[in-house]
């Protein structure tokens, strides 16, 4: 194993200086893929109702726990509102609000995991066709001479799916965090609605017009 | 002739030379001499002719034999001829066969004898094998006569077809083998046509023999009664034999299967990280199948009997009856049997509240199993490249001569897409099927919720 893991980084150092031109656009990929893959887990691992665990909350912590996360989470929720289609209407505003910035770079993350392994393959394919035509006008031992091209031109199919493998477990951590932020946000409508309902408060309800 | 010359000139000259003394005188002379000459010329002429006849016939004789010489010069000349073309086939036919000679000597024995040697079975080698390699060493020597060679030859091409006879019938030849430990051991072989056994002198071990590219052949120990009949026809010569008709193939197809840990072993490092996935995928997928499948639903009728006891105002066995029923529909049912005084829209909510309790709960974990299937061929897939560059580089190194280290360094590293693969189909079937299943609970909860606050409602009117 050590030995082993010793020429995985002696791999990796020569990636680098013998993957060819591709490896300049797939490094970059790395940098950004990575970026904005940790901007995102941050966005949702951090983000107040996650951290404040709200979709696991009961209502009466809800309403009385003093944490910083949960006092934020307090604010999303109307007390003045009176039936459940006003809370939902308000929701659907909060869900607007936080979900679809997430839900866009979830989107953009899932499609440049894929380019990697795609933009290794054509470093592949670009490195094989250097290596064909070089052999067209070139004499001497050829045998050698493709398999040295060819094994270089593989470099580029290994890096993009190194690249992109633990990227789709981050992703889908991400995805997972942000169904959790999902349920929060449910679970403060619930709650709102219930107090709208007033069902158990001692304040007797307000009498609405029956509907039509 | 001459004597008729001499003649002539006599009697021409006679009278101008002589001196005229007296006619008388000079004409009895010339008488006399003429008598005298005329004498001498019928002596002349008489022996002449005494001498022509011998010489004539001499000079005939002499004829016939030049004649006979003649012909027996031509006679002589033709055999000479004939025997210059004769000796001219004769060189030719001597230059062919010395050519087949050559060729025998040169290509065919050294070729069959090379084959003869290469064919020897562990059991023949160091006798027979020593016999080729002494015939070999007596063609380098120097003073060895072209036709020794070819007797030499010759002789141990009538020796290997005695051994190949002797095969036909078995035979058993004293040797040493290798046991599967590795140490040498003394026995017999026992040879039979292609077959080849071996047994130890004490009849401890016994079984097939292996060719190696070692000195010594291993042996394939046997058990049981096959290695005890082997031990008995080594010992005495009689008995019956165990026959592999594949000629030891079966047993080497045999060695190349490995166990599945091997298989796994040889896979490279990126098999790790896709057996991880696989054992938390699979805990995972269990305990989901075990929660999700063991969730009953309440009968259809349930709900319309509690809402029958809570229009008669039978509170408390609404209440036992929501209480009796399964998972997770129980806990809406009893929520909404407490909140059963408040409104329609109360009743729905806390309804509704408790079923967002149970989403989640059903849904967890599942993501690991959809990250498994969608990152399971791609790990693979990165074993498989990460293998074959290896191999690659080290046919860079060794050169690219052979291919058996090619095709095997890509069969190895296909391995993890195949484990990839083995990994992500059930996955993906598995999270369908869970899915699925997660989402058939919800919405008969929902219809359950439904059902609930419709009878409620319409009791309400």
Redesign the interface.
């Known amino acids: 194993m050590p030995t082993e893991t010793n020429s995985l980084l002696d791999q990796a150092v020569q990636i680098w200086t013998s993957g060819g031109w591709l490896m300049l656009p797939l490094l970059l990929l790395t940098v950004f893929i990575y970026l904005t893959a940790f901007d995102l887990f941050c966005r949702v691992q951090f983000h107040f109702l996650v951290r404040g665990k709200v979709h696991k909350r009961e209502a009466g912590e809800l309403a009385r726990d003093p944490r910083p996360a949960l006092k934020m989470a307090r604010e999303l929720v109307r007390f003045d509102a009176l039936t459940s289609d006003e809370v939902k209407r308000h929701f659907a505003e909060v869900r607007n609000e936080y979900l679809p910035p997430i839900d866009r770079r979830i989107r953009f993350l899932a499609i440049i995991i894929t380019a990697g392994p795609l933009l290794g393959l054509l470093g592949t394919v670009t490195g094989m066709l250097s290596t064909f035509s070089g052999m067209v006008d070139q004499i001497g031992n050829r045998f050698d001479s493709v398999v040295t091209g060819i094994s270089e031109a593989l470099i580029t199919t290994q890096t993009g799916l190194v690249i992109s493998i633990p990227a789709m477990v981050l992703l889908s951590l991400i995805i997972q965090r942000r169904n959790t932020l999902v349920h929060c946000i449910a679970r403060l409508e619930r709650y709102n609605v219930r107090l709208a309902l007033r069902s158990d408060c001692p304040v007797p309800k307000v009498k609405q017009s029956p509907k039509p | 002739m001459r004597a008729f010359g001499l003649l002539f000139a006599i009697l021409f000259f006679l009278p101008l030379t002589a001196p005229a003394q007296n006619l008388e005188q000079i004409a009895t002379e010339r008488e006399a001499k003429l008598e005298n000459a005329l004498e001498r010329l019928r002596e002349l002429r008489s022996e002449i002719q005494a001498e022509q006849v011998p010489l004539a016939r001499e000079l005939n004789q002499k004829g016939a034999r030049a004649d006979e010489l003649a012909d027996e010069v031509d006679r002589v000349q033709r055999v000479r001829d004939n025997r210059s073309v004769e000796l001219e086939t004769l060189r030719a036919r001597v230059d062919g066969r010395q050519r087949q000679v050559d060729y025998v000597k040169r290509t065919l024995l050294p070729d069959y004898l090379a084959d003869y040697d290469a064919s020897l079975s562990p059991a023949e080698r160091p006798k027979a094998g020593e016999a080729v390699r002494a015939y070999n060493l007596f063609l380098e020597a120097p003073e060895a006569s072209e036709s020794e060679k070819l007797d030499r030859g010759l002789a141990l091409m009538q020796e290997s077809l005695a051994q190949v006879e002797a095969l036909l019938g078995g035979q058993r030849i004293e040797g040493q083998a290798l046991s599967p430990e590795g140490t040498l051991r003394d026995g017999s072989f026992i040879q039979i046509g292609p077959l080849l056994y071996f047994a130890t002198d004490d009849g401890a071990l016994a079984g097939l023999v292996e060719e190696t590219q070692s000195l010594n052949a291993r042996v394939l120990p046997l058990e049981g009664e096959a290695a005890q009949s082997v031990a008995q026809v080594a010992a005495t010569g009689r008995g019956e034999l165990p026959v592999d008709p594949s000629l030891g193939d079966a047993l080497a197809v045999d060695a190349t299967k490995d166990t599945f840990l091997e298989h796994l072993a040889k896979g490279g490092?990126w098999v790790y990280?896709i057996l991880v996935f696989a054992v938390v995928a699979t805990i995972v997928a269990i305990i989901k199948l075990v929660q999700v499948f063991t969730i009953r639903h309440p009968k259809p009728m349930v709900i319309h009997e509690i809402v029958k006891a809570l229009r008669e105002n039978r509170q408390k066995e609404a209440r036992e009856l929501a209480a009796a029923q399964p998972q997770p529909a129980r806990d809406m049912l009893i929520a909404a049997v407490d909140?059963a005084d408040?409104?329609i829209?109360?009743i729905e909510?806390?309804m509704?509240?408790s079923m967002?309790g149970t989403?989640?709960r059903l849904?967890r974990f599942l993501?690991?199993i959809?990250?498994t299937a969608?990152?399971a061929p791609?790990?693979g897939?990165?074993g498989t490249?990460?293998g074959?560059?290896k191999?690659?580089?080290l046919?860079?190194v060794f050169?690219?001569g052979d291919p058996k280290p090619l095709i095997s360094g890509i069969s190895e590293a296909l391995i993890t897409t195949e484990l990839g693969l083995v990994l992500a189909i059930p996955a993906l079937v598995l999270h369908a099927l869970l899915s699925r299943k997660v989402a058939g609970i919800m919405a008969y909860l929902e219809k359950s919720a439904v059902t609930f606050v419709n009878g409620l409602s319409r009791s309400a009117k």
Do not use: C, D
Request: hydrophobic letters at 55%; aromatic letters at 6%.
């Open positions: 490092i990280p909140h408040e409104s829209e109360m909510e806390v509704y509240e967002l989403q989640p849904e993501n690991v959809a990250v969608a990152a791609l790990l897939l990165l490249v990460t074959i560059i191999t690659f580089r046919m860079t050169g690219a």
